[in-house]
């Protein structure tokens, strides 16, 4: 009896993980597994070949511009379209508690960010492309790239709060202090950059980028591995 027991509900377990609403929410949180690999690596590509980059002084954004800006523009849009998809999916895969509509929402919007500072591009400044003056003037899609972006990056920390909470009442310390720390060091990079110094603030603001797409990547594994 205690094996035909064990027999159905192994069955059962079977049936529900390859439910069709399961398939589709882990389909859309594998998204955010690879949102971040592909930006970055579409971007560190671009940063380490197209002439006159340079990786200690010049946003990834700036990409946007000369011949090849159509790359990462759609490198921004694709991106932010892979964010919003797993923000669906973490909104399907989350159960009652902290965060359950604003953390997606929240994700969302910062995938939103992407999206609209892919369509609304950067300007040329610091001299990229070559032959840029070091000091620019700033264009109406250039200064809505940077509010619609910087709005993003608002949403992004604020999920990363609301889920830290979540976890440590779910006595998931690792992930509470994961998120915690992306979202505190993400905010102090994204100070740094807003400031318009130089130097240090963005090689620190590309780490803190490594940093929330990781955090991304997990918290999309965690809720993939619950889906059922």
């Known amino acids: 009896m205690n094996a035909q027991t064990a027999s159905t509900r192994t069955s059962a377990t079977s049936g529900r993980q390859c439910s069709p609403a399961g398939r589709v929410t882990r389909s859309l949180l594998g998204y955010g597994v690879i949102a971040g690999p592909v930006y970055v690596a579409v971007s560190l590509a671009q940063a380490l070949t197209r002439d006159g980059f340079e990786l200690d002084k010049h946003a990834w954004s700036l990409l946007q511009n000369g011949s090849l800006g159509w790359i990462q523009i759609t490198n921004f849009i694709v991106t932010g379209l ?18 359950r509509r604003s953390a997606p929402l929240l994700i969302a919007a910062y995938g939103a960010g ?15 492309p070559v032959g840029t ?3 620019t003037t700033v264009s109406w899609h250039g200064m809505l790239h940077l509010a619609i972006g910087g709005a993003g990056f608002l949403c992004l920390i604020a999920a990363c709060l609301v889920l830290g909470s979540r976890f440590a009442r779910a006595g998931l310390t690792g992930l509470a202090w994961m998120s915690r720390v992306t979202g505190v060091a993400f905010l102090a990079a994204f100070a740094g ?12 603001f590309i780490a803190a980028v490594l940093l929330v797409w990781a955090w991304l990547a997990t918290i999309s594994v965690h809720f993939y591995r619950r889906t059922i």
């Open 82 to 99: 892979m964010t919003i998809a797993a923000a669906v999916g973490l909104s399907r895969a989350m159960t009652a508690g902290r965060g």
């Open 114 to 128: 992407m999206l609209g500072s892919g369509i609304f591009t950067a300007d040329p400044a610091q001299g990229f």
């Open 133 to 135: 003056p070091q000091v």
């Open 193 to 204: 950059i807003a400031s318009g110094s130089h130097g240090p603030t963005v090689p620190a």
